[in-house]
């Protein structure tokens, strides 16, 4: 994977000592420096251009200078009026799942919780080398800074993942419930649109949790997608008795698919099952409960109503359905012996979502 780092600085000796920097590591990085004269800039000058290259280059992760604008050395007592503070307001209100760290000649313990609260992911105490009286500090800076591009770097994935959030947030905004889906009932258009709201609301939460350093956040997130999954069967399916099969909202009914041979099958046909006891195949009726399965009904429904037939967004649905089940339905031993989640999973599960929401 290629990240894109982005250097928002006007001292030169840095610059210089980054770009090296970069251009060594083994990780695949495209390093991008504004060049652009802040010398007697005023702050809207400075944040007009910042924000201009965050827009263009879109950057995983920003070395951001908390002090870019002359006035920062005049008017440096609160850590909110300094440019930099600025552009961290500005890239997060972008994107906040870009990284940014910033580099602050303040240790001051109010300053850096300011910064921390309005986005700031990481941190660099700064000092120019000819001034400081250790001579290992600029390989400690390195070594500090290498640490915390590194956390960032892993964390590049949030991006993204406010990508696709706001994508479905996108959709909804359009109001396909009402216009679309249910223009003449407005029972449904009611019930449509208290589930759409939980489920925006779960996708603010999703992210909310990934932001921080949960160790179970990937687990967290997974149940979370699972639970949006179960949102759009809720809008899309009518409530019927726990005995009758599903029926969408337009009345027509679902089928059944079978993961052993990956086909769609009648709910009035019959599947193939090995029985371990007798050590035969025999022909077995599909039950109701497996048609009003959540993977079942979300697998229809992308399926005959979204129209999405990609079969890697569908497997990615199943996945999604399968680990959840088994996450959930497991004793702690098996649970224990389940893959461990990370990153990627969480971005190929909202991925799929994102996409099928996309066909409403």
Not at 222 to 240: A, D, G, R, S
Not at 265 to 289: C, F, G, S, W
Not at 336 to 354: A, M
């Amino acid at each position: 994977m290629r990240y894109q780092v982005f250097l928002q600085n006007d001292i030169k000796w840095k610059n210089e000592v980054l770009s090296n920097y970069f251009a060594t590591s083994s990780t695949e990085i495209e390093f991008e420096i504004l060049k652009y004269d802040f010398k007697d800039k005023s702050h809207q000058d400075i944040l007009k251009e910042c924000d201009k290259k965050i827009q263009s280059f879109k950057p995983d992760v920003v070395l951001l200078d908390l002090r870019l604008s002359d006035s920062d050395f005049i008017n440096s007592h609160n850590s909110t009026h300094l440019t930099g503070h600025k552009v961290l307001e500005a890239i997060k209100s972008i994107n906040p799942g870009i990284q940014v760290i910033i580099f602050t000649a303040s240790n001051k313990v109010w300053n850096l919780l300011e910064l921390q609260a309005n986005g700031a992911d990481g941190f660099l105490l700064k000092e120019s080398p000819e001034l400081t009286v250790n001579s290992s500090y600029t390989i400690e800076s390195l070594s500090s800074l290498n640490k915390q591009i590194k956390y960032c770097l892993s964390n590049a994935y949030l991006k993204e993942i406010w990508n696709l959030f706001q994508e479905i947030k996108k959709v909804f905004s359009k109001n396909p419930l009402t216009t679309k889906y249910f223009p003449k009932y407005l029972k449904e258009q009611i019930n449509g649109i208290k589930y759409q709201n939980l489920l925006l609301q779960e996708l603010d939460a999703i992210f909310e949790i990934l932001k921080t350093n949960n160790e179970n956040r990937y687990s967290m997130a997974m149940i979370m997608l699972y639970k949006v999954l179960e949102y759009l069967n809720e809008i899309f399916y009518q409530k019927v008795a726990w005995d009758r099969p599903p029926l969408f909202y337009d009345n027509s009914t679902v089928d059944y698919f079978d993961k052993n041979s990956n086909s769609w099958k009648k709910p009035t046909d019959r599947l193939d099952y090995y029985n371990k006891q007798k050590r035969a195949t025999e022909q077995i009726r599909i039950r109701p409960e497996w048609l009003k399965s959540t993977s079942n009904k979300i697998l229809n429904l992308a399926f005959k109503k979204f129209c999405v037939t990609d079969i890697d967004i569908l497997t990615d649905l199943i996945s999604l359905s399968d680990y959840r089940n088994d996450f959930i339905h497991s004793d702690s031993s098996k649970r224990n012996t389940l893959r461990v989640l990370g990153s990627n999973d969480v971005l190929k599960w909202s991925n799929s979502i994102t996409t099928m929401i996309k066909h409403l």
